[in-house]
T-cell receptor
Framework: AQKITQTQPGMFVQEKEAVTLDCTYD???????LFWYKQPSSGEMIFLIY??????QNATEGRYSLNFQKARKSANLVISASQLGDSAMYFC????????????????FGTGTLLAVQP | GAGVSQSPSNKVTEKGKDVELRCDPI?????LYWYRQRLGQGLEFLIY????????KSGLPSDRFSAERTGESVSTLTIQRTQQEDSAVYLC?????????????FGEGSRLTVL
């Protein structure tokens, strides 16, 4: 079963507007972490924001915020005041907290959303 | 260096040859990951090392793929008898811990092209 689902293969947004990138996840664990990464055309992976499953407040980092709705298992990324430099691929990822005595805390990524910011 | 270092940055090889890709994680990071990213696609998990625990190899696509890590240092991903479908960027990442909240720091990747 797919653990991380990003249903928007591509999105357009006008410069200076806000945009929401969707992410839903599937886990039976109580302890897990959710991440968003940005990958511009240069290929580097840039960490944006993290939300722990026990965090009561939605995570925020500058213009990025994570709309965490635990009951709905969604972790949408909100980018406020979009800039041209925000044009990139965005990946949602999850790490579960289980450990079966081995190293099982792998980070699983969604398929990504390609965001294009238009002037 | 301060970041995750991968080599080679580019590798072109002929079908059937073996290749080795190297990853030097950030010093002190106990967790190390390998991912594969085909052109225009997402990151496909390959293998995960956490300290001295047995690695999670559940993402390795076939027995042609193997990886080793010496302690908490360098890791090598080996692909034997390469096939054209192995062409991809291979990304290595490390994190300070293997805990739920450990942020991954990525290298710039090794781009493999199999002719």
């Amino acid at each position: 079963a797919q653990k991380i689902t990003q249903t928007q293969p591509g999105m357009f947004v006008q410069e200076k507007e806000a945009v929401t990138l969707d992410c839903t996840y599937d886990t039976s664990d109580q302890s897990y972490g959710l991440f968003w990464y940005k990958q511009p055309s240069s290929g580097e992976m840039i960490f944006l924001i993290y939300q722990g499953s026990y965090d009561e407040q939605n995570a925020t980092e500058g213009r990025y915020s994570l709309n965490f709705q635990k009951a709905r298992k969604s972790a949408n990324l909100v980018i406020s005041a979009s800039q041209l430099g925000d044009s990139a691929m965005y990946f949602c990822a999850m790490r579960e907290g289980r450990n079966y005595g081995g190293a099982t805390n792998k980070l699983i990524f969604g398929t990504g959303t390609l965001l294009a910011v238009q002037p | 260096g301060a970041g995750v270092s991968q080599s080679p940055s580019n590798k072109v090889t002929e079908k059937g040859k073996d290749v080795e890709l190297r990853c030097d994680p950030i010093s002190g990071h106990t967790a190390l990951y390998w991912y594969r990213q085909r052109l225009g696609q997402g990151l496909e998990f390959l293998i995960y090392f956490q300290g001295n625990s047995a690695p999670d190899k559940s993402g390795l696509p076939s027995d042609r793929f193997s990886a080793e890590r010496t302690g908490e240092s360098v890791s090598t991903l080996t692909i034997q008898r390469t096939q054209q479908e192995d062409s991809a960027v291979y990304l290595c990442a490390s994190s300070r811990t293997g805990g739920v909240g450990g942020e991954l720091f990525f290298g710039e990747g090794s781009r493999l092209t199999v002719l």
